[in-house]
């Protein structure tokens, strides 16, 4: 095996949904370091159709940047020399981004719709829903299926042991449609069966030979119950391992690179872990992107004392391809809630749209940057919700539902996620690692997952905790030494009193050490306090939660602690867990200003 | 010298397009290659098997079911008309009749005398696929369909919602600038294709489809009038199905004046006749809403492949258009690609790009928030 112990230049990237990242890595002395970065347009679109043209091009901006060659012939220059190129390429990739898929079922009320939750609970966007009586002739449902090339198609239909010939006919159809990919020839598509386990065979001489066909657990094994776990479980698989990396040009990518691509949210979460491992720390991790949200969870499982990693990739959700589906999910006013100035609904819905059409562009006036902060918040926020309703203990096994639990949504207490016990919420992804100001990213964090009692939040500072966590499966010091020294941007702690808080009201004193003075004080219902704790500073703390609030300790229960500071500053918190905006307009914007004025999050806000 | 590529909408004054034109089932090819088609041609089809329908004999005659053959006035494989009668009963010395007569026109499939009742299928229902193109059938799939093949002109669309459309297009702006207003659209305007500025209204799309325009070729489009047209917010662009009429929006949304290359290059094929088709997906893998018009009999410089031209990638010199506020959908060529970072408004450090645009003002935009316009 080869020792990659010793490489001293490296070169690693990214291929999003939306844009392409390049980090150029050197050992100086001892320890490695990152020398910068560059990043183009993702080229999966006609004309280009090949990502590895935006790979050529993100790199060319970071060999303009610091004056090493890196590219001969239009490819990587693999070299051990000092002057130019590189001992290592490594790259991951989400490019094929998004996951917008088909679910079929016999009966449209009932596998029918099953199929979609199970479906839209994996964070799909679903396109269709086929159903044999969905009042369509079989050629429309060709036609569809051709027409909208799903990424994906869910099958289901028939209770175990009931008849089989109706999802066998549904399964004719799709093998009748012979379903294309996206992009890209010799790409099988991928279709997971959860029907009838009588109708196996099958339907696995039926599609076995034309698609990516694997068999799961029936959706509904007995009409009285739902069983969409496993169906959701192999969604999320197979979207990482076939959807997300089968970008056109993906095999000469492969070529190119020393060991295999990783898909992005799996190098993300390899990070993760190694930060909660290495701590040993309760983690939230984020990583929203132009097409999909992922979220990271590492939490102590309270049966079983083990530690529990989960993933979740919400496709339905980000802010480039993603972005009309923010709004569609949340809503306008969600998403206007967040901006302190008022805006033509007209020219607000054209602005959005055209980012969706035009998802490559970036905001370049500060409006149009609230704007997108704002969605960004309602994304991470959703990805978030479902996240929590997907997290499983250890056994990985979900509850069997009956079928009024599956009309009753709502997430259940034995989520995993437990937000007090949480100790540092991590943020990746070009809305919060290129917020021009850091505190926007802190604020972002805060108000999309509203984590309580005391929790350090941090962010990826350019984004690249994907290629450390490829460069970490060939040498993991480089890995470490990067993500320690430049990756993770630590913004300071945030200590947000729990429960419903009065306006009016004093919900927390304080007494604060920190290093320019002592502090203490109350903080009021609904305020924010800024302080000046910096990175690597630390400050002792004398909290107590008023009129039953809860800090960690239990309701009303003081809490001495050990404050980490960061870039940003110390938080605290005082609108209460959960929070919500005031109803009336004028004072909703009124405490938006307050916030942002004491966070100092924009060189001015506009319309004031 | 960065070569950083922004993909940009194809306007192509001359191209050769192919398109694959395919049933879905298996069926048969009506026309071999070399034919000439024209775009509302049928060039493939296949039958589905038509509708069955009961009828009971024996209950509307009031009969035994083992009666019911000697009832019959028709025999299976005979095709019958609505209201014919195909079963009659005779009683009282044959003085009185009772008939049953069939409730569709079909063909009888079967006669039973266990259940009394009859089958009849009703005619096979046609699934057809037309050329969509003026053209020659350069390829042919045999049981599938064909390729059909043209040179055109060829603008592509950033955004549609509609089906394949064919008819003239028609100029009903003056400029790029026009709002396509109710006022303009005429009676006349039934089956045609209109071309627009920079704007169609609500009212305007709800009087062109009450007349019977085919399809719209605008500028821009509010997404407000969008999710009114459809009935919902479109969460993916993913559209192609939609009911009434085709629009094709080649700017964007808002009130968007239509690139002067565009306007100018479709105006001049205004009395020709179009293929649209606004089935956009927005998505890795994009289909872009396009607009095609044949150049049969129209000159034209030598034909080129455009198609297989690759694009150099944006440089100093490229011709470029914004496509982000606050410079949205003005032209220029670049005049410089700073390597080092710059700051915005929003105080982000952005690779930018020096432009001057088409009136002489120079402005410093990111690099992302342009496209290269390609001719």
Redesign the interface.
Known sequence: MTDYSKIRYILATDCG?TTTKAIYIEKQGDVYRLVNRGE?????????EDVT??V??AV??LE??IGRKLLKDNEILISSSDKEGVEVYLSTSS????L?MMVAGVVKSMTGESAQRAALGAGA?V?DVIASNDGR???EK???I????PDMILLSGGIDGGTISHVVELAELIA??DPK???GAGFALPVIYAGNINARAEVEKTLGGKTALESVANIRPVLEKENLGPARQKIHDLFMEHVMAQ??GYKKLMSWTLVPIMPTPGAVGAIIQTIAKKYDISVIGVDIGG?TTDVFSVFKDPDSEEIVFNRTVSA?LGLS??I??V???TGLPNIMRWVPVHMD???L??????K???????????L??IVEQAISREALRLAFEQHKSLAVGLKGVQKQRTISDAFDQTSTGESLVDLMALEILVGSGGVLS?A??RAQAAIMLVDAFQPQGITMLAVDSIFMMPQLGVLATINEKAATDVFEKDCLIYLGSCVAVTGLVKPGTAVMKYKISLPSGPVEGELMAGQIKLLPLGLDETAEGELTPLRGLDLGEGPGKPKLATLRGGVVGLMLDGRGRPFSLPDDDKERVKKLVEWFTELKLY?HIPGE | MATAYTPGLKVLTEAVIRKDRLLPLDGEVLVKKGDKVKATDIVAETYLPGNVVTVNIANKLGISPEDVPGAMKVAIGEKVTEGQAIAEMKSFFGLLSNKCESSTDGTVENISSVTGQVILREAPLPVQVTSYLDGLVSEVYPRKGIQVETTATFVQGIFGIGREAHGELVLRAEDPNTILEASTIKPEDKGKILLGGSIVTAEALKKAMEVGVVGIVVGGFNDKDLRDFLGYDLGVAITGNEEGITLIVTEGFGKMRMAQATFDLLKSRCGMMASINGATQIRAGVIRPEIIIPLTGVKTQRDVDKEKEKSPGLAIGSRIRAIREPYFGRLGEVISMPAELRKLETEAMVRVLEAKFDDGTIAVIPRANVELIET
């Open positions: 949904s183009a347009p993702t080229t999966v679109e006609a004309p280009a043209r935006g050529l091009n060319s901006e303009e940047l490019a094929g981004g998004g917008q966007i396109m002739l079989p050629h060709i036609e569809a051709r027409r909208l090339r009748a449609a990919p996206r992009f970008a056109p097409a339905n391809y993603s009309s589906n709004v569609a999910e609904e007209t020219e819905r054209n602005a959005i749209r055209n969706m059409i035009r998802p490559t562009t970036i905001p370049s006036t500060l149009e940057l290129h021009p100001r060189e």
